[in-house]
């Protein structure tokens, strides 16, 4: 029977490189001279630092364009909340990695509603897919990529 998997993943080498370009930027750009403005990656948690949130905001957005660029979601970036210590200001930024027990409900409710003739299966942090037709199976895939979900998702795994 033809299958594949719902999974959400992040390129974390493109998660890098889209740090290490902002990085650049932030280095050459004018309006960031004299400033102590930095990016750091630890585990699965980017750290911004500028000296105001004007400049953090700038920051963000240069990463998230940078992201972008290098077809790495932005939606995959749970910002936290903006922090102050002494004259720096700092954001946590969470990358988010496999779907949740309450996101995969959500899909899994997603497909059912559509009344596609298939099977899911919840395993783990990823949601298999199971239908006698491909055809069924395209179907459900076109269906979530229209879908607005919160979470991107990629599908993967497709055995016919």
Same mark, same amino acid.
Not at 8 to 32: C, G, I, K, Y
Not at 70 to 75: E, F, L, M, T
Not at 84 to 102: M, P
């Given at each position: 029977?033809? +299958?594949?998997?719902?999974? +959400?993943?992040?390129?974390?080498?493109?998660?890098?490189?889209?740090?290490?370009? !902002?990085?650049?930027?932030?280095?050459?750009?004018?309006?960031?001279?004299?400033?102590?403005?930095?990016?750091?990656?630890?585990?699965?948690?980017?750290?911004?630092?500028?000296?105001?949130?004007f400049q953090l905001e700038q920051m963000l957005d240069i990463l998230k364009g940078?992201?972008?660029?290098?077809?790495?979601?932005?939606? !995959?970036?749970?910002?936290?909340?903006?922090?102050?210590?002494?004259?720096?200001?700092?954001?946590?930024?969470?990358?988010?990695?496999?779907?949740?027990?309450?996101? +995969?409900?959500?899909?899994?409710?997603?497909?059912?509603? !559509?009344?596609?003739?298939?099977?899911?299966?919840?395993?783990?942090?990823?949601?298999?897919?199971?239908?006698?037709?491909?055809?069924?199976?395209?179907?459900?895939?076109?269906?979530?990529?229209?879908?607005?979900?919160?979470?991107?998702?990629?599908?993967?795994?497709?055995?016919?």
């Amino acid at each position: 029977m033809p +299958s594949f998997d719902i999974v +959400s993943e992040v390129d974390m080498p493109e998660v890098n490189n889209a740090l290490d370009q !902002s990085r650049r930027e932030v280095a050459t750009r004018f309006d960031f001279k004299g400033v102590d403005a930095s990016f750091e990656l630890k585990e699965k948690e980017i750290t911004l630092t500028a000296d105001s949130e004007f400049q953090l905001e700038q920051m963000l957005d240069i990463l998230k364009g940078k992201m972008v660029k290098r077809n790495v979601d932005a939606k !995959s970036l749970e910002m936290g909340e903006l922090q102050k210590s002494g004259k720096q200001v700092f954001q946590v930024l969470t990358i988010q990695q496999g779907l949740e027990a309450d996101m +995969s409900r959500k899909i899994v409710k997603l497909i059912k509603d !559509s009344k596609a003739k298939v099977q899911t299966a919840i395993q783990g942090e990823k949601l298999r897919v199971t239908g006698k037709k491909r055809d069924d199976l395209q179907e459900v895939i076109a269906m979530l990529r229209e879908a607005k979900l919160d979470v991107p998702v990629q599908f993967n795994n497709f055995r016919d």
